[in-house]
Structure formats: C-alpha cells, structure tokens
C-alpha cells in the first residue's frame, strides 16, 4: 500500500471512513474534496503507516520517492513550483492523528520559501510586506519546530522590530523592518546549529514532515493522550497542503466557525474570524477576534457561501462540525472540518435535537452513543452560589462551570502547587500546548488574551474544565496580575465563572447547577436500552448515600461497605474494646454494643433502597485499621510516654501488625479467627430487614462474604451466616429472603469459580484487589511516579487502576463469570470495584455477561448510559 495518498485520490471506500490511514484531518480533507466537492486546497496525506514505520524502524524506504511525485503533481494542479524564484508554491505542514488532539502537535506554514522565492512571492503579489511577514513566520516555526530553537529567540526579535517601527501590532511592522528580521532570524538559526538556515524547500520538507512524526512523541501529546485514553502507538498522518493566504491583504482573512454553538447546543453560526491575518493567529489567541455574525457585514457573499456549506457539512456528516476556513482577496477557501468537540449541556441538546430533525435525523440509539461520561460530568459542574460577588475582570465563558483556587502563572508551578494539594487556577496571557500539564491540574483555567476558539478555550471544553478566555482587563506581569484596581499575586485565591466570564477575587462558594431537560430524557432512554440486561446499582455505606444514588438512578446497592460503619467517632472505641477484649464476654458485650449500631444503619439504608437488593459486604479490612499507628505510638513511647489506655492500643496493634496486611488477616481469614464478629453483623442486618417488614416495607437482603478462595472456606463462612440468619428470624411471622454470596477478588477465585459456585447464589468481581493481586502492584503505592512513567513508555496502554485490563483482570472476570455459570446456570453476577463507573470497563462487564454493575452515587448516570451503550455495541 502506498505510504501518500492526494487528497482527491477515489479510495474504495468513503474517506471519512479511512481515519486509521488518513488521521481525521486527512480524511476529512479527501472527504470535502473528492466526495462534497467543496473548495479546498490541493494537497496530499502522508498516512499513519509511515508514521509507524518512521517510529519503529527510521525513516521509511520509498517515502521520498512517493513525496517527491505528489509534490509534482500538487505543482501542476497550481501552476507553480515550489521554492520557483519567480512564483513560488507554499505549503503547510501539519499533523493529523486519528483523534482530535488540538494543538499537541506540530505545524509549519509557508513552507518553500528562501532568499529568492520570497523575492518571487513579492513580485507576484506586489506586496513586499507581505513576502517578507511570511518569511519570517516560516523562519520561526521552522527555527522552532524542526530545529529545536526556543521559541522566545525569535519573540524577543520581533518586539526589538516593532519597537523600532513604533508600532505595537505585529500587522504595522514595515517591509524594511521585516526584510531586516528575516536576516536577524537566519542569524539565530546558524548560531542555535551551526549550518544557514535551508534553502532547499525539499530538504525543508523532509524536516517538516520528520519533526511532526517527532512530534507524536513529544511530551505534550503523551500527556493528552494519557489524559484522553488514546493508544500511543496510532501515529499521525501528516498533510501537506497548498497555502492559501488570509494575511494578504483587508480582502482576506481566516477563522474559525461551528455548524453550531458548542457550548450551548444552539443552531446556528458560532465561530472567530480576523481580518488579514493567518489561522495561528485565530487559535493561538495572539489577536482578539471578531464573532463569525460579523462576517456578514464585511464579506456578505463570503458569508452566505460559509453557511451554505456549513448546512451541507452538518447533513453530510449528521453531526455539529468544527471547521476551519481562510479568505484569500476574496476567495473562500475550506482547510479542514471535523466533527467539533462540544460541553455538556451542548451534547445532551444537539443529541435530543437531532433526533427531531426535519432533513435529516439521527435515531435514539445514534443519540446515545454520541453522550461521553465527560458531557454528564459537565451537567453536573458546580457553579457560582453567593451573589454581589467582588467582579474585578470579565471575559469570554469559553467553557462552563465555576472553580475557586489559588492563582498561579505557569504550568509548571500550578503542577507543583497541585502535587502539594492546593486547589490551582492557571492564570496565562494565553495557553500553549507546552501548558498542557498545568492545565490537566488545574480547577480552572483564565487568559487575558484569546477567543472562543483558542487553545485554552477548546481543551478546556474538552476536558471540562471551567475557562475564561480574552479577559483584557487582566494584566499580567510576572508573578502576579492587576484587574479592577486590584493585584493578585501567586498563591491569592480566585474564582472564575466559565459559564458568565467573570473573574472573582477570592474564594466563591460553589453550587451543583440541575441539569438540563435533556439528561433525564437521554438517561430514560438508556435505561429503555439496557432494561433487563444490565443493573446500575451504587456502592453506598450509609442512609443519605443510598437515598442519594436512588435520585441519580441506582437500582440497588452492589456494595455496602460494614466497616465504614466503624469508623465513626462514637465507634471507634467500641470496636477497639472489643479488639482489646481478654475474655470471650468482655468480646461479647463490646459486640452488642456494635450491633445496636450497625442496625441503625442498616434500617437507614433499607428505608432508602426499599424493594431494591442491598449487598452487604462483611467486614474485610484487617483489624489493625481501627488501631493507631505503631510507628506513632512507637515514638510517644519513647518521647512523653503512654497512658494506660494507649499501652493496651499499642500492644494490641503489635499483635494484630502485619508485614503484607492487605494480604493477611482480611476478609473471610477474619471471620474464622474472630467468628463472633461477622454473627453480629448478620443478627444485625436481620433484625433491621425484620424491623422494615413490620413498616411494611420490602428490605431484598444479599450478604457478601469477602475474600473466599476456597469452595470450603465459602461452605463454613455460609455456614455462620445462615445460623446468624435463622436465629436473628427465629420468631419472625414472615420469611425474609436472604441471598449469599462471596466476592472474586484473587486470581485463584475466578479460576477456581466453578467449585466456589456450589456454594454461592451470586459473585460479585472485586475488581480493585483483582487487580492489584494479577498485576503484584499496591495501588497505594503504585499510582504516582511508577504508573506515570510506565504509561509515558507505553509499558502499560492504561492505568489499570482506572480502566480494566482487558488481557489480565478482564479475562479473569470472563472466566470466573463463564466457570461460574456452568456450574449454577442462575448464578447473579455483577462487579463493585472502581471499575463499575468506567465506561470502557463497563462495555467488557456487559461482553462477559455480568448482570450488574455497581458504582459511586455519582457516577450512577455516567454507568447508566455506559451500560446501554455497551449493549447497543454487542447487539449492533
């Protein structure tokens, strides 16, 4: 298969199809020009496969060969020859991965020009200024991109050029100034490499393509694709495309434009544009822009071409699209479209919408598969509470939701503040890709300069992260800021409101706005979707939190953790003294002291889930969670001393210390050395479901028992429960129905399911030990240095932690669930790990055939779509 395909190239199938060869701005490219016919610039992609290969193994055999002929053929189609002394084609490079990943990678513009070319461009365009602006950008981004220069050698230059001109906006800088600074940025490039700057434009074509190949790796783009969940080795494609220019002259322009508001969902134009200017200048912020309803005054034909085009974009694809345009003396030119990355509020409406849609319309389940876990998240964001708030600046809401944090002014010292657990707001003249690690920290994020379009405003979307972009009033300088008489200096708290574009100074108090009409209407049809297939259920310990899963849409509890229940300062004691007991009544009593507690909880909780299943784990954790540190005791011992009281305590925790507690004396090993214990909590549980009987109420009791790995270990652990069962019921008029069950939380356990069945009348995976104990990490000790510098090698696709590895934990699950049911065909099989709120976990629970899932309150919506997508993907 050939490494370069031309953008009018007749694939067999529908380019937009093609995103794994061409990367989604190539194909989308080939799309509008071989399919839409709309005016776009000739050029050609460089696919992924070259990437791969340049990646693995160098610089791919042939490569040049098929470059050097499609740059012939580009040739022909415009009339010119690139690097031609007397009319010169141009070119752009850029990037083009198969997702979207706005600004992570490179780009060259006006690639081909030299000393004599530009002289050629001059000539034939009459406008020495202009010849001689593009040369110096081609020079920086060359000198930066592809050689490596900082950036800010080239900055500095140009500010000594505008000073010297008197002027303050880069447009105003003369052609004698430039033609000088041209001269000046050739002398960094020969100093910084010790070679001039090249004239060959195939040699600059090479290095173009080479650094954004490089560029796939560079730190940026590995930290938004570790942040984004995106497969390290995809590559990029690269696009090589004829320039057309929007800095030519007050004719001329570029911008940036949306089928529809993404923020709001809102049909309709929404986009920036400039006037004489070139796309960096739009997306980078360097220029505050115009709203796209302006270009109705100053291009009115421009204007009604744009969103003529715009309507077809949005019904060929079905979908809001992003594009990206330029106007050249008058002509419109389409450089690229792309399904646009939208908020929330915005999905949940378009997708709605849609559905309704009088031309066209998408389906409900279309719909569904469009909502991402981020644009339910964003429903949700917290927004300002308090009023007659201290508004020192105001921008452009680039992206909803409020956030309060302390202000710092670059990326890396918002990370380092971040680490030390300080809530951060970045705060930057403008956000670049070399922010990126400061932004994915950050509570929120604010930029003096920038529109709705720009770096900071698109990722911020993206991730759902509230913004304020384009606050002019807000002056930076240094380490600190002035806006509304006032200064704010790093570390001072602020609030900005990405949903109005105020800046607040101080800390605002913060609220959960209700969610748009939309989220219960898409949910409902989720739960139509997945009805009888796959439960929602919520991990919830207490009262308040299983009446508050219930309102977000749990249908039972999965997992209700006993030994929260201990934690609490009124039982903490009770549970040491029966830690501390020396006598089998000493024990006893501090039992029943426990029992009266733990059954006021669980009647909470039974109220709150009425008629829908409660799973009540059994205490796991070890029993020197509930005692205080040896170390510290240790050290008091050795500094003041210890009260009588604490000796006990620290002579109790040696006892009950161990080397590898998380594989110790947990769980159902409990049980068996201190049976008394787990009687307790099932005569608790018991007499709290008899009690909701007499209200009338229906309690649905399921009793875990943790840790099993033995078909005899369950056989004697069930044995305790049931006797717990028939003397708590003993005298009840009713029977109350009681399932038991065991968590899969060993590798041993999921292989060995098939005997662990006989004895069990549901699994459910625990799949947080289950990964901890396949991959031998400690998700304590694991998740910072180590896992962070094993996904940046790609030694591991995905924290594990987060989403199921599907070759390790994943296939345990499917075999235990598979040896399970063939053992109890009726076998109820669900999972309580932090997996059950991912949704990609989430679609391999639905493959395996689990009945349930269950998850955090909040994330309960987020499970409840993910689950019906997944079902909708397997029946597909």
Known sequence: MPFVFSFDHKHRKPPMSLKDLLGGKGANLAEMTSVLGLPVPPGFTITTNACRAAMHGGWPEGLDGEVTRQVKKLEK?????????????????????????PGMMDTVLNLGLNDESVEGLANQTSDERFAYDSYRRFISMYGRIVQGIEGQEFDRLLEQAKDADGVTADAEVSAPALKKLV?????????????????DPADQLRGAIDAVFRSWSGPRAVAYRNREHIPHDLGTAVNVQAMVFGNRDDNSGTGVGFTRDPATGAKGEYGDFLVNAQGEDVVAGIRNTEPLSALKAKFPKIHKELLGIFERLEQHYRDM???????????????????????????????????KGRTWKITREEALRRITADHLDQVLHPQFAGKNLNVIAKGLPASPGGAVGRAYFTADGAAEAAARGERVVLVRSETSPEDVH??????????????????????????????????????ISGASFTAGGVRVNEGDFISVNGTTGEVVLGEVELSTIAPPPEFDLILGWADKVRKGKMAVRANADTGPDAANARQFGAEG?????????????????????????????????????LLAAQKADFLAILEAMDGLPVTVRLLDPPLHEFLPSTEELAVKEATSGLSAEEKELYAAARTWHEFNPMLGTRGVRLGVVKPGLYAMQVRALMEAAAERVKAKGRPVIEIMIPLTVTREELA?????????VSEATSGAKKRIAVQIGTMIETP??????????????????????LTQMTFGFSRDDVEGRMMSAYLELGLLKRNPFETIDPDGVGELVKIGSQRG????????????????????????????????VSCSPFRIPIARLAAAQAILATTS
């Not at 752009?92 to 979207?100: D, I, L, N, P, T």
């Not at 053992?823 to 493959?847: N, R, W, Y």
């Open 321 to 355: 699209c992003d594009t990206e345009f330029t106007i050249e003396q008058g002509k419109l030119w389409m450089l690229q479209t792309r399904v646009g990355k939208r908020t929330g509020p915005a999905a949940l409406r378009m997708a709605v919408e849609m559905t």
């Open 438 to 475: 400061g932004m994915i920290v950050a509570e929120g994020i604010l930029t003096a300069r920038g529109g709705l379009v720009s770096h900071a405003a698109v990722v911020a979307r993206g991730w759902g992260k509230p913004a304020v972009v384009g606050a002019e009033a807000v002056k």
């Open 557 to 593: 509890i999965g997992l209700c953790r006993t030994e929260h229940m201990f934690l609490g300062e009124d039982r903490l004691p009770i549970v040491r003294a029966m830690i501390l007991a020396d006598t089998p009544e000493e024990e006893a009593a501090a039992l029943e002291k």
């Open 77 to 101: 189609a415009m009339g010119k020859r690139l690097g031609d002394a007397a009319d010169p084609l141009l070119v752009s490079v850029r990037s083009g991965a198969k997702f979207s990943m």
């Open 748 to 769: 041993r356990a999921a292989l060995r399911a098939d005997e662990i069945a006989e004895e069990s009348d549901f699994f459910s995976f625990g799949t947080n030990d």
């Open 183 to 199: 001269g000046r940025y050739q002398e960094v490039v020969e100093r910084h490499t010790g070679a001039p700057f090249p004239q």
């Open 821 to 852: 049911r063939a053992t109890k065909p009726g076998l109820k099989l669900g999972v309580c790990g932090e997996h059950g709120g991912d949704t990609e976990s989430i679609s391999l629970f639905a493959d395996a055939g689990l009945d349930y």
């Open 716 to 724: 004697l652990a069930r044995s305790w429960v049931e006797d717990a």
